[in-house]
């Protein structure tokens, strides 16, 4: 058995832990960067893609941006329609309905009259006297119109038309726009008329209606000449 020498070095004695080497590091850091590359990578997968999304998928965002847009313009739009309300015309005033003039007598009412349908009402009032629309709308008569005289028809908005006859003179021309409250016409005694009157007619689809509920409906109580202005009841 070989006696170790104490002259010797004791390849043993005082070792030491190599320390890694850089290239280890090194490599230690690469890994981690293709790890961290690899999770963004994933994460950008979990984005929707145009190219890759199936179309129902597409259509549903679409769709989403759309509703949010619609509702950003009926936000707008309620807006505008409060501040119209505020500086505008009201409803109220958009869908006036007036006398069509005041100081008259109400005479000969919608019906029956010496064996005939008479289908207006007579509003007696002295030759000359100013009449006024009803209702905004659209001249579609003026001028002579057998035994109504001279007269003036305007159709409203709805479909209904008012007809005023025996006017001593007409005022407005055949497809003038009118509102509630122009000037149409002079109170006359023209055509089958026996004194001094305008006859107001309702028509609504071409069959006549009787003026007084046809018009009370719309807050004017023609026979005792009250109106209904943006809400409020106005007597004359």
Do not use: C
């Not at 009803?134 to 002579?144: E, L, M, R, Y």
């Not at 109504?148 to 479909?159: C, M």
């Not at 008329?193 to 309702?202: A, F, R």
């Amino acid at each position: 058995m070989r006696q170790r020498l104490s002259s010797e070095p004791d390849r043993y004695r005082g070792r030491r832990r190599v320390p890694t080497p850089p290239r280890s590091r090194y490599a230690a850091v690469v890994t981690t960067a293709f790890v961290g590359a690899g999770i963004v990578a994933l994460g950008a997968n979990a984005l929707p893609d145009a190219k890759s999304v199936s179309p129902s998928v597409l259509d549903e965002l679409k769709q989403a941006s759309i509703t949010s847009q619609d509702a950003a313009a009926r936000a707008d739009s309620a807006d505008v329609a409060s501040r119209d309300g505020r500086g505008g015309k009201t409803a109220a005033e958009q869908d006036t309905w007036l006398l069509p003039l005041h100081g008259y007598d109400f005479q000969s009412p919608y019906g029956m009259r010496w064996g005939k349908l008479h289908t207006g009402i007579d509003l007696v009032a002295p030759e000359g006297t100013p009449y006024q629309a009803i209702h905004d709308g659209q001249v579609t008569k003026a001028g002579w119109f057998g035994g109504y005289g001279y007269a003036v028809i305007v159709q409203h908005p709805d479909g209904s038309e008012a007809i005023y006859g025996h006017s001593s003179a007409v005022t407005v021309k055949e497809g003038q726009q009118v509102k509630a409250g122009d000037q149409l016409g002079l109170v006359g005694n023209t055509g089958h008329s026996y004194g001094s009157h305008l006859h107001l007619e309702i028509h609504v689809n071409g069959e006549p209606r009787d003026p007084v509920p046809w018009l009370g409906e719309r807050g004017v109580d023609i026979q005792l000449e009250v109106e209904a202005i943006y809400g409020e009841v106005a007597a004359s």
